[in-house]
């Protein structure tokens, strides 16, 4: 093999690289917008034209993020988006990907939680050098609820609560012990 092939060939894993980098993070900023309730950074994970589907529910993507915090401000008081496995085909500037999802929700009164897993089925486009979801299809795989009411015996006493909003200690640049002042439990 010639400098130039091994070259070209080095190009092209790198650009792989690159793409499945930029494809899980367009990933995961949605779940994190989702748990922040940053509707902006949501809507940043999908194309102008973009569709998410949850169940019967299917929206443009962008103003998917405006429509779930508000379904969610109404039944739960927290939430947890965990993302495990992701598989991606990239096709040039196409991928499809398929990425596990568990989440907990936390019901209002603190006293449930219910777990969920399901899969998000993605169909990304890269437009203008930038991965973005053309489409996103949900499945529900299983859910199942449990006694969350630990959370107020003092089990958790003096950790940091999350919060829905940029004054999540997450958003804090830079992070630092004594900044500004968080809400714990």
């Not at 922040?36 to 809507?43: G, I, K, Q, S, T």
Request: aromatic share 8%; with cysteine; proline share 3%.
């Amino acid at each position: 093999m010639s400098n130039t092939d091994d070259l070209d060939q080095l190009r092209k894993r790198v650009q792989y690289l690159e793409d499945r980098t930029a494809i899980l993070d367009c990933i995961m900023n949605q779940s994190r917008g989702h748990d922040r309730h940053d509707a902006e950074l949501m809507a940043s994970v999908y194309h102008e034209d973009g569709i998410d589907e949850h169940g019967p529910i299917v929206k443009l993507g962008p103003e998917y993020g405006e429509w779930a915090n508000a379904a969610h401000s109404k039944v739960f008081e927290d939430h947890l988006h965990n993302i495990t496995t992701h598989t991606c085909e990239i096709d040039g500037d196409v991928a499809h990907a398929e990425t596990y999802v568990m989440g907990a929700m936390r019901a209002k009164g603190g006293k449930i939680v219910s777990l969920m897993g399901g899969r998000y089925l993605d169909r990304l486009e890269r437009r203008d050098g930038v991965w973005k979801i053309a489409l996103r299809r949900c499945t529900v795989e299983w859910m199942m609820t449990g006694d969350s009411s630990v959370m107020a015996s003092g089990a958790v006493k003096g950790f940091i609560k999350g919060k829905w909003d940029k004054t999540d200690p997450s958003y804090a640049r830079p992070l630092v012990l004594d900044g500004e002042p968080v809400e714990r439990y």
